[in-house]
């Protein structure tokens, strides 16, 4: 059995030769792990639901270790093994869910039980229930797992002797070697809080936050933790959880396309395309990395200066410029281009335009469909979507329908329009369409209009400027001022 890192972390503080059970066992992982060392001389594992448990069961006859696991369904601790055990691990819960466990279980602190717990959420609330029930808790550490920094706390009652101290001193003390990464997590989830609660008119609870990050700070200056450093990676990793590469069309090509992915980044340059002029602003401003919408990248096979795009890549190379592009996922986002587009349209009530696929059991799509809450003739709506769009001009067929239900899909979506129409929409909405799409609207009676593929995309820049600044407090994020959009109308 090999356990993930996070699940080794927590193998390591079961003291060997000790009793133990794993509650919420899930598969067995850990129990199968512990039998398969002999680590632990008598093993429970306890889920509530019987299909985990049954896994857990499996896994331990593939091991042949069935005879050395006693398995037990129940709802938190079993009171049965309170004579049996003198371990207790809970790990991979929410906080709240592991302290009401530990609540309902008196007997865990009559008997000086070691309790190993790996919180998934609320570590804090966790300590203080802990604190409130008699426990002390006297040892933390912190696991990186795929990215993610989780807290283990090693906790026995209070009456033992064990000295309770707060989860932060306590990794201080050890000077854990993920503290500063931990501090950096922190800080950027209390500016995110402090900010929406300064949105909402909420100063006093802000002021709690603006005290946690004058800690944090503290923390940092006393152990001489620096402000992490950002990297071309981490600028991507970021993005990634904003515009998953997964949920990219087939043909497309989205990614770090350009760079070296341990790069410092101080400053990034946020553009919809990478053009030359944006890869000489990048360079003039010091930014390390672009993010563009387009990619820079889709077909090459060589990359010299005999095309324009190979000139441009090779400035970016000796530039020292990262490309990051992120294209289809970044329409299909929550928040993402079509999101952007829809919200400049005026358009409220949006759903998904059709299913592209799905993503951690969520559809996402290209397109949208939004509900214009006052519905107006296209004569009345034009103006107003010619300045949410910024542009210059619209292209537009107007049938004579009022605005309610608009189709939209960002860029280049003309191939979507039958969709829309389908839906039961009065009016579409995208770039780049073609004179057949127009002849087919008039033939069915439905509005377009054509809002230009950099007018309809470029809407997102903002959004995924204002998304890295939050990200990266030490990272100053521009939006490029040389971009923009290049065909201009002529209307005599
Ligand atoms: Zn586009």
């Known amino acids: 059995m090999k356990l993930s890192a996070r699940l080794a972390a927590v193998a390591e503080l079961v003291p060997r030769g000790s009793r133990v059970i794993d509650v919420g066992t899930d598969h067995g992982y850990l129990p199968v792990y512990l039998a398969e060392h002999g680590l632990a001389d008598a093993i429970f594992a306890s889920d509530v639901n019987r299909g985990p448990l049954n896994q857990a069961r499996k896994s331990a006859v593939a091991a042949g270790v069935s005879d050395k696991i006693t398995f037990t369904l129940a709802d938190g601790l079993p009171e049965t093994v309170s004579g049996e055990v003198d371990t207790v691990v809970i790990a991979g819960m929410g906080g709240e869910t592991i302290a009401g466990i530990v609540e309902r279980a008196p007997w865990l602190r009559e008997r000086d039980a070691l309790l190993v717990l790996q919180p998934q959420t609320k570590v804090q609330e966790l300590w203080e229930t802990l604190r409130a029930n008699g426990y002390a ?25 064990a000295v309770n101290a ?76 904003y515009a998953p590469v997964e949920t990219k069309l087939g ?163 003309g191939d979507r329009f039958e969709t829309a129409v389908r839906q039961g929409c009065d009016t579409f909405l995208s770039g780049d369409l073609k004179y057949d799409l127009f002849l087919d609207a008039a033939e069915l009676g439905v509005n377009v209009i054509d809002g230009g593929h950099f007018c309809t995309e470029n809407l ?19 939006i490029s001022t040389v971009h923009t959009v290049v065909p201009s109308f002529y209307v005599g």
């Open 460 to 478: 997102v820049v903002p959004v995924v400027a204002k998304y890295l600044r939050e990200r990266f407090a030490g990272v100053e994020v521009r």
């Open 137 to 161: 808790t006297f040892e933390v550490r912190l696991v990186k797992d795929a990215g993610r920094i989780y807290v283990i706390m090693l906790a026995r009652s209070a009456a033992s002797g």
């Open 166 to 241: 707060p989860v932060l001193e306590l990794l201080v003390k050890r000077r854990d070697e993920l503290l500063g990464e931990y501090l950096d997590d922190m800080t950027a989830r209390a500016t995110r809080i402090r900010k929406s609660l300064l949105r909402t008119g909420d100063i006093e609870e802000a002021r709690r936050y603006e005290a946690a990050l004058n800690y944090y700070d503290g923390i940092r200056n006393m152990m001489g933790v620096g402000e992490k450093v950002t990297t071309v990676n981490d600028v991507f990793a970021a993005m990634n959880e």
């Open 251 to 413: 043909f497309d090509n989205v990614g770090l396309l350009v760079g070296r992915g341990a790069a410092e980044v101080t400053r990034v340059l946020v553009a919809l395309d990478v053009t030359s002029a944006v890869i000489a602003e990048a360079k003039e401003l010091g930014a390390q990395v672009i993010v563009s919408h387009h990619p820079i990248i889709f077909t090459e096979k060589t990359v010299t200066d005999a095309t324009i795009n190979g000139r441009k890549l090779l400035a970016l190379g000796e530039a020292g410029v990262a490309a990051i592009c992120m294209h289809t996922n970044l329409d299909a986002a929550v928040g993402g281009v079509n999101d952007a587009l829809a919200c400049a349209a005026g358009l409220n009530s949006v759903t998904l335009l059709d299913e592209e696929g799905t993503w951690n059991g969520a559809p996402y799509s290209l397109g949208r469909i939004g509900i214009l809450e006052q519905p107006a003739t296209l004569a009345e709506y034009l103006p107003k979507l010619k300045l949410g769009l910024g542009a210059e001009g619209l292209r537009y067929y107007d049938a004579g329908r009022q605005v309610r239900k608009v189709g939209l899909v960002s860029g280049s979506g």
